[in-house]
C-alpha cells in the first residue's frame, strides 16, 4: 500500500508536469518554436480565415495540417508560433 501511495505519488509530482510541458511546447512545421493550442488561440489562424473564408489556398490548408499537435479526440490543437498564440485572458479573438 505504502509503495503504490509512493508510485502515485512520483507520477503526480514529478512525472506528470514534465509529460504535460512537452505536449505544451512545439515546433512548428516551419521549425519555429511554438505553443499548442487550440485553433481559436492562434492569431495566424484567425487572420487566415478572415481572409480567405472557406476559399483557403491548399498550401495554408498542408501547413495548418503539418501544425496538428494533439489528436482529433481532443479538437483541434495546432503548433501555433509564440508571438501568435492568444492570451487566455485576451477579450478579443483577432487583434
Not at 27 to 35: A, E, I, L, M, Y
Not at 44 to 71: G, N
Amino acid at each position: 500500500m505504502r509503495r503504490t501511495f509512493r508510485l502515485i505519488f512520483l507520477w503526480l509530482v514529478i512525472l506528470l508536469p514534465t509529460l504535460c510541458r512537452t505536449h505544451r511546447s512545439c515546433q512548428t512545421p516551419d521549425k519555429n518554436v511554438g505553443q499548442c493550442v487550440h485553433f481559436s488561440s492562434c492569431r495566424f489562424v484567425l487572420h487566415q480565415y478572415a481572409m480567405y473564408k472557406e476559399h483557403m489556398p491548399p498550401h495554408i490548408m498542408r501547413f495548418l495540417q503539418r501544425s496538428r499537435c494533439r489528436p482529433k479526440v481532443d479538437g483541434y490543437h495546432l503548433c501555433c508560433e509564440l508571438k501568435d498564440v492568444i492570451p487566455a485572458n485576451a477579450n478579443s479573438k483577432l487583434k
